[in-house]
């Protein structure tokens, strides 16, 4: 099973539109990490969220982590076409491992 | 500075045959990851070096599969017997140290198996 589930799958919304992906754990995160892929290329780090209750804004995203260090979201205001591709959440097992959701594809419509 | 890159960024190759895959992580970063990336799906952790060392390699899916990281810095990861399955782009990521939250990914590799 999927240790961190991302809903939507995939989001279609008008440009100038304001949007929220979410990424849900099963377990206490140690650290949560927005990641940006575009079809072709490598991802793009965003953000890392790492204390209950955080919150970080990037110029038009916002990502926040709950108090239970169990869910985040990804809030998108004010849309634009470059906002369009594939957003992940990562997270990091004990250990060395890192894990990713399994993605929400934006599409934004001029 | 140059970021991570990865060679070749498409192999075709047929059942059977063998692979190998280049990363060159960003100079100075100890830090090395591979993952698998299928079609639909968020990438899947491979292997972990931490210098020449591989750290952690549990996500490897078989004894097919090997990657190596001689003098710390590139790496190459090797896949023997190639199977239709094996079809994925590979990525690189590299970070300044163990604890170092940022990943930079290479743009990745698309092997596809005939």
């Known amino acids: 099973s999927q240790e961190l589930e991302q809903s939507p799958q995939s989001l279609i919304v008008q440009e100038g539109k304001n949007l929220t992906i979410n990424c849900t754990s099963s377990?206490?995160?140690?650290?949560l990490y927005w990641y940006k892929q575009k079809y072709g290329e490598g991802l793009i780090f965003l953000m890392m969220l790492q204390k209950g209750g955080e919150e970080k804004s990037h110029e038009k995203i916002t990502a926040k982590l709950d108090e239970k260090k169990q869910q985040s979201s990804l809030h998108i205001t004010a849309s634009q076409p470059s906002h369009a591709g594939i957003y992940l959440c990562g997270a990091a097992r004990t250990g060395n491992q890192f894990y990713f959701g399994t993605g929400t594809s934006l599409t934004v419509i001029p | 500075g140059a970021g991570v890159s990865q060679t070749p960024s498409n192999k075709v190759t047929e059942k059977g045959k063998y692979v190998e895959l280049r990363c060159d992580p960003i100079s100075g970063h100890t830090a090395l990851y591979w993952y698998r990336q299928s079609l639909g799906q968020g990438p899947e952790f491979l292997i972990y070096?931490?210098?020449?060392?591989?750290?952690?390699d549990s996500g490897l899916p078989n004894d097919r599969f090997f990657a190596v990281r001689p003098e710390g810095s590139v790496s190459t990861l090797k896949i023997q017997r190639t199977e239709r399955g094996d079809s994925a782009v590979y990525l690189c990521?590299?970070?300044?140290?163990?604890?170092?939250?940022?990943?930079?990914f290479g743009p990745g590799t698309r092997l596809t198996v005939t």
């Open positions: 377990k206490t995160l140690y650290g």
């Open positions: 070096f931490q210098g020449t060392g591989a750290a952690d």
């Open positions: 990521a590299s970070s300044q140290d163990r604890e170092s939250s940022e990943q930079y």
